[in-house]
C-alpha cells in the first residue's frame, strides 16, 4: 500500500516530480493524469466525456485499448522523462524492498506481538487497551507521510531513511526492556511508528522517480518484502520466545532489521532535483484537495479498507487459539496469511498494469468481502477452514497495501503526486489508529466470540468497494471495459 501496485501500506509510492518541459496547445484529457484542480469547475467533466474505443466492438473485460483520449504529447514526454529502470532504477528497488522489509514485516507480525502481549507482560489489559498500542504505530507512521512526503520531494531520502534507521533498530532493541503499559507506548507506539514512517514514504516514492509505465510492477516487487518479513519474523519468535526469552528474541530482530537498513540506506535515492522549501506551510497537506469527488472517494475508500484489512491480519492468531488451536498454530496461521499474501502482492502489480490499478483494487475488495463472509465467519473450529482462509485472503488482500498509493497517483499528475498522497495517507491514518482499538471493544462486546468482528471487516471491506466504485464512476463513467 502507487501508480503502481503495492503500498505498497503493507501499502507507498511515486513522488513529485517536476517537468518544465512538458507542454501542449491542446487540452490535456488524460483520465490517469489530469491534474485535479478543485477550482476549476471543468475538472470534473473530463472523464464523462471521453469516448471509450472498445466501446464499438470492444474485445473482452479489459480492453487494452480502451482508453480515455489523452493528450499525446504530455504522456509521450512524461514517459520518455523516466527510465523505467535501468541498474540505478533496480538498485532502488532492493533497497526498497529492503527498507519495506523492515517496516512491514514487524506490521505483518502485528497478532504475534498482540498475542505475546495479552499473555505476558501485559495480560491485565483488554484487547481493546492493547490494540492502541499497535494502532498509534500504525498511525503514526501513515499520518507522518503528510509533512515527510514533501520534504522528500526537496531534499530526496538520504537524511529521512537515516533517522528512521536508528528509530527502528533502537525500538527493536529497546522493546525487550518493556514491563509496563507506557513503556510500549513510547517505545513501540512511538519510536516504531515515526521510524516506519520515515522509511516507507523515502522507499515508496523513490521508485515512482524511476518507473512510470512499470510503476505498477516495480513498487509490487518492493511491497512483497512485507509478506516475506511477515513469513518469517512470527516463524522466528515462535522459536526465539521459548528458547532465548522475549528480550533476545527482539534485540535479534534487532540485528536483522540493522543489516536490511543499511542496504536500503546505500541502495535507495531520488533522481529528480526538488526546489527547497519556504515555509513550514509547504509540509502541511492540502486540504482542499478533498473538494475533488473522485480524489475524496479514494481516500474515504482507503480508510474503510484499512479497517478491514487489519482485524484479520491482527486476530487472527487470538482466533484461532480461542478455537481450541495451539500457540503455535496461531504463529503459523499468520505466516501462511503472509505467504499467500507474497503471490497476491506481486501478481496484483502485474494485473494493475494491464487493466487498470483502480480496477485491480475494486476487485480485490470484492474478493476480500467474498472470503470474510463466506470462509472466516463460518470457519469455526475448522483447522482446514481457516487455513484456507488464511491462503486466499492472504493473496486477495496482498493488493490492497501496496495498490492503494497507485491508485491515489492516478488522481492527479506525478509531479503533484506528494501532496495528493499526504494529504490522503493523513486522513487514512486515522483508520489504522482505531481500527484494532475498535476491533478489540467488538470482542469484549460480544464476550470474546468473533462474529462481530469478522461481520465488522466484512463491512468495512463493502463500503471500501463502494467508494472506490463511486471514485471510479466519476472519472470514467460506467464503462466496465476502461483500464483505468
Known amino acids: 500500500m502507487q501508480r503502481s501496485a503495492g503500498y505498497g501500506a503493507e501499502d507507498s509510492c511515486l513522488k513529485n516530480h517536476t517537468n518544465n518541459e512538458v507542454s501542449s496547445t491542446t487540452p490535456d484529457y488524460d483520465v490517469e493524469k489530469t491534474a485535479i484542480n478543485p477550482s476549476d469547475p471543468t ?16 474485445k473482452g473485460l479489459f480492453d487494452q485499448n480502451a482508453e480515455p483520449d489523452t493528450d499525446t504529447s504530455t504522456l509521450t514526454d512524461e514517459q520518455e522523462d523516466f527510465p523505467e529502470g535501468g541498474l540505478k532504477g533496480y538498485c532502488v528497488v532492493i533497497g526498497a524492498f529492503c527498507g519495506l522489509f523492515s517496516v512491514f514485516g514487524i506490521i505483518n507480525s502485528t497478532g504475534i506481538l498482540l498475542e505475546y502481549f495479552s499473555t505476558h507482560q501485559l495480560k491485565d489489559y483488554t484487547s481493546s487497551q492493547i490494540g492502541w498500542i499497535f494502532g498509534l504505530s500504525l498511525f503514526l507512521t501513515f499520518f507522518c507521510g503528510a509533512p515527510i512526503g514533501p520534504i522528500f520531494d526537496a531534499y530526496g531520502p538520504r537524511v529521512l531513511m537515516l533517522c528512521g534507521s536508528v528509530l527502528l533498530v533502537a525500538s527493536m532493541f529497546l522493546l525487550g526492556l518493556c514491563t509496563q503499559y507506557w513503556h510500549f507506548f513510547m517505545v513501540y507506539s512511538v519510536l516504531n511508528g515515526l521510524g516506519g514512517a520515515f522509511i516507507n514514504t523515502p522507499c515508496i516514492s523513490s521508485i515512482g522517480h524511476f518507473f512510470l509505465l512499470r510503476r505498477g510492477n516495480a513498487t509490487g516487487i518492493a511491497m512483497t518484502s512485507g509478506s516475506i518479513g511477515g513469513i518469517i519474523f512470527p516463524l522466528m519468535l515462535q522459536k526465539l520466545f521459548p ?100 503471490f497476491g502482492r506481486f501478481f496484483a502489480g502485474l494485473a494493475a498494469d494491464m487493466i487498470g490499478r483502480v480496477n485491480t483494487l475494486i476487485l480485490s475488495i470484492v474478493l476480500c468481502i467474498i472470503t470474510c ?8 473450529d475448522s483447522t482446514a477452514m481457516t487455513v484456507v482462509f488464511a491462503v486466499i485472503f492472504g493473496f486477495v488482500s496482498g493488493s490492497n497495501l501496496s495498490l492503494s498509493p497507485v491508485c491515489v497517483g492516478q488522481m492527479c499528475k506525478t509531479e503533484h503526486y506528494g501532496r495528493y498522497y499526504s494529504t490522503c495517507w493523513m486522513f487514512v491514518a486515522f483508520g489504522t ?35 472506490l466504485i463511486s471514485a471510479r464512476v466519476l472519472k470514467v463513467g460506467w464503462k466496465i471495459k476502461m483500464v483505468y
Open 433 to 467: 489508529l482505531t481500527a484494532l482499538p475498535i476491533g478489540g471493544q467488538i470482542l469484549i462486546a460480544n464476550g470474546g466470540k468473533y462474529i462481530g468482528l469478522i461481520v465488522f471487516a466484512g463491512l468495512s471491506y463493502t463500503a471500501a468497494a463502494a467508494c
Open 43 to 58: 475538472a470534473h467533466d473530463v472523464a464523462p466525456n471521453t469516448q471509450c474505443p472498445s466501446d464499438q466492438g470492444g
Open 373 to 380: 463472509f463466506a470462509l472466516w465467519l463460518p470457519a469455526g
Open 243 to 342: 528458547m532465548l526469552g522475549f528480550a533476545w528474541a527482539t534485540r535479534i530482530m534487532g540485528f536483522i532489521l540493522a543489516g536490511l537498513l543499511g542496504l536500503a540506506n546505500i541502495l535507495v535515492r531520488g533522481r529528480l532535483s526538488g526546489k527547497p522549501m519556504g515555509s513550514f506551510m509547504s509540509v502541511a497537506p492540502d486540504l482542499t484537495v478533498f473538494k475533488d469527488p473522485p480524489f475524496a472517494f479514494v481516500s474515504l475508500g482507503i480508510f474503510l479498507m484499512e479497517w478491514g484489512i487489519f482485524v484479520p491480519l491482527t486476530y487472527l492468531t487470538s482466533y484461532s487459539t480461542s478455537h481450541g488451536h495451539s500457540s503455535a498454530f496461531g504463529f503459523q496461521i499468520i505466516a501462511v496469511l503472509n505467504g499467500g499474501s507474497f
